[in-house]
């Protein structure tokens, strides 16, 4: 691992075992907070995600 371990698991900021892994992990992130932020954004965020886990959880 390139970077100390984290002290905290929820610490994201740690994610990945190389610099290029860190990297895209890190872009991914700004894009997700990116699309919360925006309201169309969240709204198809939203449908999706209810879509998604709904019809999961009818399946168990």
């Known amino acids: 691992m390139t970077y100390p371990a984290p002290v905290k698991l929820h610490d994201c900021s740690y994610l990945g075992d190389t610099f290029r892994e860190h990297q895209s992990i890190a872009r991914r992130q700004v894009r997700v907070r990116e699309r919360a ?19 999961a959880q009818e399946a168990l």
């Open 37 to 55: 932020m925006n309201p169309r954004g969240s709204s198809d965020s939203m449908c999706w995600i209810s879509q998604t886990y709904d019809s």
